[in-house]
Nanobody, 113 residues
Framework: QVQLKESGGGLVQPGGSLRLSCVAS????????TGWYRQTPGKQRELVAL???????KYADSVKDRFTISRDNAKNTVYLQMNSLKLEDTAVYLC???????WGQGTQVTVSS
């Protein structure tokens, strides 16, 4: 079965950067779309970035021009590069694989002074 594992979260100051990783087993990421979502208490889970199999990308308005989704096919890994982080970016970030609706466990990102 497909398993997803996120890593790279942590505590960062406003304006700082983090790179999140999502490693997959049981599938090949490049063949299907993959997305990053984020979740905060009391809010709906939000689609942050989407990477299609043809390499095209889509971003939420709140993160466009600051976040970049990419993949390394050799490592079967999808990344989310997060720059110019803001307090409102604080959330649990989750990797999503729509084929079969698989989710990772999530990694915590906290932006604070």
């Amino acid at each position: 079965q497909v398993q997803l594992k996120e890593s790279g979260g942590g505590l960062v100051q406003p304006g700082g950067s983090l790179r999140l990783s999502c490693v997959a087993s049981g599938t090949i990421f490049s063949r299907y779309p993959t997305g990053w979502y984020r979740q905060t208490p009391g809010k709906q889970r939000e689609l942050v970035a989407l990477l299609s199999s043809d390499g095209s990308t889509k971003y939420a308005d709140s993160v466009k021009d600051r976040f970049t989704i990419s993949r390394d096919n050799a490592k079967n890994t999808v990344y989310l590069q997060m720059n110019s982080l803001k307090l409102e970016d604080t959330a649990v970030y989750l990797c999503h694989y729509p084929r079969g609706n698989y989710w990772g466990q999530g990694t915590q990102v906290t932006v604070s002074s």
